[in-house]
């Protein structure tokens, strides 16, 4: 089992930045880690994701060059930069965490047995 637990959401103006993060812990290792974020009525959406050792990344187009995805292992925390927010960038912001042994792309919500809670981001103008 892997809790996780984000911090950081809240109220900025579009253009500002905000750093999201997903303090990881339990017994189970970690493989992949991700972000993801839903507004009302709509599918969870991809955001970004990482190896756990940081050898792979990946993002949304949405949020290439903006967003950065990162970790501190030794703090078991993963972390999502967000730069020159936009209005669209509005949601609720989950991280995820998938095992080692799950299969499943990293990209795909499908792939992702455990989940935080999720934390508000809100960009206003």
């Known amino acids: 089992q892997v809790q996780l637990v984000e911090s950081g959401g809240g109220l900025v103006q579009a253009g500002d930045s905000l750093r999201l993060s997903c303090a990881a812990s339990?017994?189970?290792?970690?493989?992949?880690t991700a972000w993801f974020r839903q507004t009302p009525g709509k599918a969870r959406e991809f955001v970004a994701t990482?190896?756990?050792?940081?050898?792979?990344?990946n993002y949304a187009d949405s949020v290439k060059g903006r967003f950065t995805i990162s970790n501190d292992s030794a703090k078991n925390t993963v972390y999502l930069q967000m730069n020159t927010l936009k209005l669209e960038d509005t949601a609720v912001y989950y991280c995820?965490?998938?095992?080692?042994?799950?299969?499943?792309?990293?990209?795909?919500?499908?792939?992702?047995?455990?989940w935080g809670q999720g934390t508000q981001v809100t960009v206003s103008s």
């Open positions: 339990g017994r189970t290792g970690i493989r992949y």
């Open positions: 995820a965490a998938q095992p080692p042994g799950q299969l499943g792309l990293p990209s795909t919500a499908e792939s992702y047995p455990y």
């Open positions: 990482m190896h756990w050792t940081g050898a792979y990344t």
